[in-house]
């Protein structure tokens, strides 16, 4: 089993995507985009390699405007050598990537246009997946598109559309259920009919259900026999609802009970599970923290490493029974720390605790730090307990002090992140 996450890296120095505006999409910049966004894919996979995450979605925008006329290059030429390395080192670490075009990729559109531009959308998501030589059990998700008053016409027309995909698209397509207009029955029924593989997705599921009422585990065992051995594993995503949001919107974070709930009534460990978590990285860890057998104290430790500055900040009580927690070395209570960081994450920061945060992480820079930097740091602490700045502007300084002085245990925090 795999657990991964879609897109995004939090956290980790070096991992920010960039895009420009249509009307500056010069070549010049399209390059210099391209490149960056190469490096920052590398960097995600290196960060994901070494934290055993090998479940991960490419962000749709890796390259900008890649299906749009304004960027008429070759690029997969151009950066051959780039992608053809990063793709090694996808295929030999076993790393499983896929795509998920966005919502104006709707390959049942009444406008003949849209549908166009959507196979134009899924041509640029097959070129990149053939440009990193990954086979194909790495997939493109799309979802079967509107009803328009109709939905048997809506299902009608997607075969038709999907009928005319070159066989490269088709190689990799893999369809799913929404929270809106179409149900896991309806995707299943189309899935069986065009022998298309399908994604149960758990929470859309939950907000958009079929007539027929049955079980989590029903649908997964039903979507796994439209999975073929060239596809790979089968593969699902997992959501849950945020409480503070309308239905169907994804939480900050995952709830390991919940989470662990779900797991113990799968019956095939041989499943892939993406999540869709506005928090990423930090909760596929998690997830893979509590489901693996290689049971290390270290392991929770360098969680540990990472998570302790924003502990401290909102709950110095839990701070203290998370380093007792890991006292004992022989133990592996992964659960149990998770609990005591989901509860310390849930409460409110307070203008004492932040500030002696602040200044025990300025300690690290306290030898080297210039008098104008102290100086600038102080005032900056004293316009924050007046109430003049955020804390989100001293963390920027600290993080801006931790890049300079090259301080790589602070870089990994996830302090800066917690605002």
């Not at 993406?274 to 270290?298: F, G, H, P």
Request: aromatic letters at 10%; one cysteine or more.
């Amino acid at each position: 089993m795999k657990i991964g996450y879609a897109c995004l890296t939090v956290g980790v120095p070096n991992t920010d995507l960039k895009t420009c505006l249509l009307k500056n999409a010069s070549d010049e910049k399209l390059i210099e985009l391209i490149e960056h966004n190469l490096n920052v894919l590398e960097n995600m996979i290196d960060y994901n390699l070494k934290n055993d995450i090998n479940l991960f979605r490419i962000s749709s925008s890796l390259i900008p405007f890649g299906s749009s006329p304004v960027n008429h290059f070759n690029w997969w030429e151009l950066f051959d050598k780039k992608l053809a390395h990063i793709g090694k080192k996808i295929r030999q670490s076993g790393m499983r990537v896929s795509l998920h075009p966005g919502q104006y990729t709707v390959l049942n559109a009444i406008d003949d246009d849209i549908v166009k531009r959507a196979i134009e959308d899924l041509n640029y998501h097959t070129c990149l997946l053939d440009s990193l030589g990954v086979g194909t059990e790495h997939k493109i998700v799309l979802h079967i598109g509107g009803v328009y008053n109709n939905k048997n016409k809506g299902k009608q027309r997607f075969i038709k559309n999907y009928q005319g995909l070159d066989k490269r698209i088709k190689n990799r397509l893999v369809i799913e259920n929404d929270g809106k207009c179409y149900t896991i029955c309806d995707v299943l029924e189309i899935g069986n009919y065009l022998d298309i593989p399908v994604i149960f997705d758990v929470l859309h599921h939950k907000v958009n259900p079929c007539k027929e009422e049955k079980t989590d585990a029903f649908w997964i065992k039903e979507s796994k026999k439209t999975w073929k051995k060239k596809d790979g594993n089968q593969k699902i995503h997992y959501s849950q609802q945020n409480p503070e949001k309308k239905q169907g919107s994804h939480s900050k974070n995952i709830r390991i009970d919940e989470f662990m709930a779900f797991y113990d009534r799968l019956d095939d460990d041989n499943l892939d599970i993406m999540l869709e978590v506005k928090d990423k990285n930090l909760s596929a860890i998690k997830c893979i923290n509590c489901t693996s057998e290689d049971r290390k104290i270290n392991v929770l430790e360098r969680e540990w490493s990472r998570y302790k500055y924003a502990i401290l900040e909102r709950s110095p009580l839990d701070y203290l029974e998370i380093r007792k927690l890991l006292h004992n070395k022989n133990n592996y209570p992964a659960i149990e720390f998770y609990h005591l960081i989901e509860n310390a994450l849930q409460k409110e920061t307070t203008i004492g605790n932040s500030i002696n945060v602040a200044q025990h992480i300025w300690g690290y820079f306290r030898s080297n730090a210039l008098p104008s930097e102290k100086k600038y740091f102080l005032k900056l602490l004293d316009r924050y307990e007046k109430g003049e700045v955020s804390i989100k502007k001293v963390k920027k300084n600290l993080w801006k002090m931790a890049v300079k002085y090259e301080q790589a245990y602070l870089l990994e925090s996830y302090y800066y992140e917690m605002v």
